[in-house]
């Protein structure tokens, strides 16, 4: 296999996110398959190691930066120090690094996150 060339295809379909696996061409609507970069057809994770998959949640106003806009990155399920603070949600896009894909909140999500990038 050739070294560094990427093996799937993070995308946005209308407004669904999807991974698209280079093996295979079989595409995935599945949020828990784009979180860990996994391909249901070939049984595998196309990340080394997804244990330490990296993901941003942008807050709006949360309570320890009132008025801001708070990007954290997570380590899977592990928040993390490093954040990001600015005044507005453009601002803080802007901060959130090339390549990742867009998940909006969920329902059951907290009332502070505006969504997730992944
Ligand atoms: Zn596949």
């Known amino acids: 296999m050739e070294k560094g060339k990427p093996r799937y295809y993070l995308g946005i379909e209308g ?12 595409k995935s609507f599945h949020p828990e398959d784009i979180k860990q970069r996994y391909c249901v057809t070939c049984h595998k994770f196309h990340d080394k190691d997804p ?11 949360p309570s320890d930066h009132r008025g801001k806009y708070v990007a954290r990155l997570w380590l899977l399920d592990k928040p993390t120090d490093i954040i990001y603070i600015e005044d507005t949600l453009d601002e803080i896009r802007k ?16 009332p502070v996150i505006v969504e997730t990038w992944l």
Request: charged share 20%; net charge negative.
């Open 15 to 26: 407004d669904q996110p999807f991974i698209l696996c280079y093996s295979c061409n079989q």
């Open 51 to 61: 244990a330490v998959l990296k993901l941003w949640t942008i807050y709006r106003h």
């Open 95 to 110: 901060t959130i690094p090339p390549g990742l894909v867009c998940m909006p909140r969920d329902e059951s999500d907290d």
